[in-house]
């Protein structure tokens, strides 16, 4: 069973590390760390998530100011974080406002706030499936559905490795389940978009997903018009 424990908050950074060694997979709070280089180093090799909560931790002075929060060093090194609330009826708190907190007193951008939403699936303890699904509603968050058309990207990287293309190198090659480009379509469809652009690399690689994609695009046609970018494969 997947353990989340309570550290790095009252206790310090070496509670963190007190937590690791029990075999803790997330940290509860773990904004302390950063007293801790050594143990930075660690959690930045195990890419273990912190679940920092930003009210929470300057009511309880574990940071005295929102200058000090470290955050955005985590980020640098590359430790997954995510928002949390801790206690919202205590920190009079929800996890948008915690959002909007973080977005005005440390600068972030949305594109900060995604990447740091999508930890937040990635560090879920749940099944592939619903880790997509749970992207697929962050996406769809911080989307801009204004635009004309959408981009789908049904794949990333590429069986080949074409010297012109940067694709190829980017292994392994990960495919979207029909599942997850379904509730992508329709989530696109709620928000009334009518074009969208597929972008599909191995789409001649493997004949059976090929014709599952195509079936799928049928039943949201002609509500959707699809525009295929099919890279030889």
Request: hydrophobic content about 40%.
């Amino acid at each position: 069973v997947p353990v989340i424990i309570h550290a790095g908050e009252a206790a310090g950074a070496e509670s963190v590390r007190q937590a690791l060694a029990l075999g803790a997979r997330r940290i509860g709070h773990g904004v302390r760390s950063i007293e801790d280089e050594a143990l930075l180093a660690v959690l930045q090799e195990k890419n273990v998530p912190l679940e920092l909560c930003f009210s929470s931790n300057l009511q309880t002075k574990a940071i005295k100011r929102p200058t000090d929060y470290p955050l955005a060093r985590y980020l640098d090194l590359g430790i997954p974080v995510t928002v949390n609330t801790d206690n919202m009826t205590v920190s009079g708190t929800d996890l948008r406002k915690e959002y909007r907190l973080l977005q005005a007193q440390l600068q972030l951008s949305v594109d900060t706030l995604k990447a740091i939403a999508l930890n937040a699936a990635d560090a879920a303890f749940v099944d592939d499936s619903t880790r997509e699904s749970l992207k697929a509603r962050i996406e769809s968050e911080f989307f801009n559905w204004s635009k004309p058309f959408v981009q789908l990207e049904t794949t990333r990287g590429c069986f080949n490795t074409c010297a012109f293309c940067v694709s190829g190198g980017e292994k392994p090659v990960r495919t979207l389940s029909m599942k997850a480009i379904r509730q992508r379509l329709e989530i696109i469809h709620q928000h009334g978009i009518k074009n969208v652009r597929v972008l599909d690399r191995t789409f001649n690689f493997n004949p059976r997903i090929a014709k599952e994609l195509l079936q799928l695009f049928l039943e949201f046609h002609p509500h959707i018009r699809f525009h295929l970018e099919i890279h030889p494969a």
